[in-house]
């Protein structure tokens, strides 16, 4: 039998930080307060019994709901990115938590073809989740993606939300799509009702905000471009929570009309964000307004630094981490904003601490 002495000490811490960081490889978030920055990696494909997520509670449907997968479903888009996972898990728990009827939802996820694997915590951690993964070839986006104020923001994935509509299945007429970086704390069901009146988008307006600041001064002096906005009051709207009317999109042919302004921001840089500013183009002030209650965006602060902000005046049914700052991120460096305690309670992850426990 080995001997124990202190001198061993330090090969078993040696030996546990080894394991720990395996299983950090295999799909765990490193702390930006550890390391200097955040990584997130994929779960291990050969060990899919050891989920970095807890298993999230069943959720039945109340009274009324109606058979689940029927007409009555409420179709939910998202993205699945290993930088945002665990604000995946999260918005979903939040969602069906809140839900009268959580199993007439139908989620829908768009994951690049580079992390195929990612869709197996979704599996883990809502064993009746009623979902479906599409994969998402970032080849639809080479060449159409232009660097904006933040990289995060130039990530093929961020500009999947413009594919949606050739990728959900065409019995899908309307779908709901939302970030990864939100909790839901209403019903879903009132913002899936929302009447469209014949727009093909509905989304909180904001019509108080400078909208000239969303492009350079270049697209302003330009008449050519400019005219673009002529027979409407363009005002900015957050592309990170839509109601989309799935068949008009694709009769309008939208998803052509966002890559050509795509186009052209590759030959002349007439805005600095990623994917909003082409929706922008083609859609604000032809858009159903929703309450702003359903997004109450700008809790991550802006896209350079992501300063802590207060919550807006008013009721709440949808909060939004929109900017730089991510709630997982800041409650892990111990640094976290006010608003971040919000986010916490749907907080799925296992910490490493939790591993150890277990």
Known sequence: ???????SVPLVAVLLSLLLLQH???????????????????????????????????????????PSGGPGAIHVAMTLDGNYLRGTMAAVLSILQHS??????????????TEPKISSNIRSTFPYLNFTVYPFDSNRVQGKISRSIRQALDQPLNYARIYLVDLIPTKVKRVIYLDSDLIVVDDIAKLWEVELKGKVLAAP?????????????????????????????PCYFNTGVMVVDVEKWRQ?????????????????????LGSLPPFLLV???????????????????????????RLHPGPISLLHWSGKGKPWLRL?????CIVDHLWAPYDLYRSPKHFLEE
């Open 1 to 7: 039998m080995a001997s124990w002495s202190p001198s």
């Open 24 to 66: 950090c490889l295999c799909g765990c978030t490193v702390s930006a307060a550890r390391i200097g920055r955040a990584v997130v990696l994929k779960p291990c494909p050969d060990d899919a019994s050891v989920s970095i997520f807890h298993e999230a509670p069943v959720f039945n449907n109340g009274e009324g709901c109606g």
């Open 100 to 113: 009268m009827c959580p199993e007439n939802l139908e989620f829908h996820f768009l994951e690049a073809r």
């Open 205 to 233: 307006e904001y019509c108080h905000v400078n909208f000239t600041m969303y492009f350079t001064d270049l697209f302003w002096l330009d008449r050519s471009l400019t005219q673009t906005f002529e027979g409407r009051r």
């Open 252 to 272: 309008g042919g939208y998803t052509q009309k966002v890559e050509e302004w795509m186009g052209v921001q590759k030959q002349k840089r007439i805005y600095h």
């Open 283 to 309: 859609l604000a002030g032809n858009i159903k307004a929703v309450d702003h209650r359903w997004n109450q965006h700008g809790l991550g602060g802006d896209n350079i630094k992501g300063k802590c902000r």
């Open 332 to 336: 892990d460096s111990r640094r976290p």
